[in-house]
């Protein structure tokens, strides 16, 4: 196996495409950086130490230093390569981070939802790569962080053998992380590429309730939580967990606890 050496600018980070002819292959190496490799198109094989994985469109392999790795393309295999040092991001977070981090090489293949997401935060680290300016680096940073947020939290997702199970369960997780964010069960139905009505059905199926009243009674529960823990305003406390206005809060509110959020507020402060 031969080490290579990967020298990255100053930034610690350095993201690019890498094209691979029908038949290509890329011999097994290993550098000490990490790289995250994501297949844009094609078909090929990942080699991450003696395992050989398929390796296609969203899918994305999360590499460790010094793992042996090699790629093989099948169909014109092409692939955004994601290469940074370690203290690219410790120099603006806490070191700790990269003990929550799987300490092993993996390919993951990515529900649609997270494919998205990530191709959304790959395409604004080209852009700020491109178009560099004073805060650029910080920019990129960001945008690296969240893909190995959304990446760890893919990995240790719990597995489901049912279809609309699995499917039901990513609705919930993106509906728990995204609740801030304004969300129709039409939005659902694009995320999941599914009809409006499959999302309504396989969703009550697993949770005994819409997406939207699962989505208002988390989006209540936060506001509790605000409510109780700090001083902000009602209005902000509406903006903050995804309500349209303070009228819809209120309301909402009122339906599932039984009184207002002021009043909420004054009887845990007397408890």
């Known amino acids: 196996m031969s080490y290579s050496e990967f020298i990255l600018p100053e930034t610690g980070l350095f993201i690019y495409e890498s094209k691979h002819q029908n038949g290509g292959l890329v011999a097994k190496h290993h550098h000490k950086i990490y790289q995250i490799l994501y297949a844009i198109d094609g078909v090929g094989t990942i080699t991450l130490e003696q395992k050989a994985h398929h390796?296609?469109?969203n899918q994305i392999s999360f590499i460790v230093p010094y793992t042996n790795h090699a790629i093989?393309?099948?169909?014109?295999?092409t692939v955004?390569?994601?290469?940074?040092r370690e203290d690219s991001l410790t120099s603006i977070i806490n070191?700790?981070?990269f003990r929550l981090l799987k300490k092993e090489s993996f390919v993951l293949g990515l529900n649609p939802v997270v494919a998205s997401e990530i191709k959304l935060h790959l395409k604004k680290m080209l852009f700020e790569q491109r178009n560099q300016d004073r805060i650029s680096t910080y920019a990129i940073l960001v945008s690296l962080l969240n893909v190995l947020i959304l990446l760890e939290r893919s990995r240790t997702a719990?597995?489901?053998t049912d279809a609309n199970t699995l499917r039901a369960e990513r609705m919930r997780?993106?509906?728990?992380?995204h609740y801030f964010s304004d969300i129709?069960?039409?939005?659902?139905a694009a995320l999941f590429e599914i009809s409006v009505r499959y999302v309504n059905d396989i969703f009550k199926d697993r949770f005994k309730t819409t997406p939207m009243q699962y989505l208002n009674n988390v989006r209540i529960d936060r506001a509790k939580d605000l409510l109780v823990e700090t001083d902000k305003d009602i209005a902000t406390i509406c903006f903050e967990v995804?309500?349209?206005?303070?009228?819809t809060f209120y309301r909402s509110f009122k339906n599932v606890m039984g009184i207002s959020p002021n009043k909420f507020r004054e009887m845990h402060a007397l408890s």
């Open 55 to 57: 390796f296609g469109q």
């Open 72 to 77: 093989e393309s099948h169909s014109g295999l």
């Open 80 to 84: 955004l390569v994601l290469s940074f």
């Open 95 to 97: 070191p700790d981070f």
């Open 158 to 160: 719990v597995s489901y």
């Open 173 to 177: 997780s993106y509906l728990e992380t």
């Open 184 to 188: 129709t069960t039409k939005d659902l």
């Open 242 to 247: 995804g309500f349209e206005n303070i009228s």
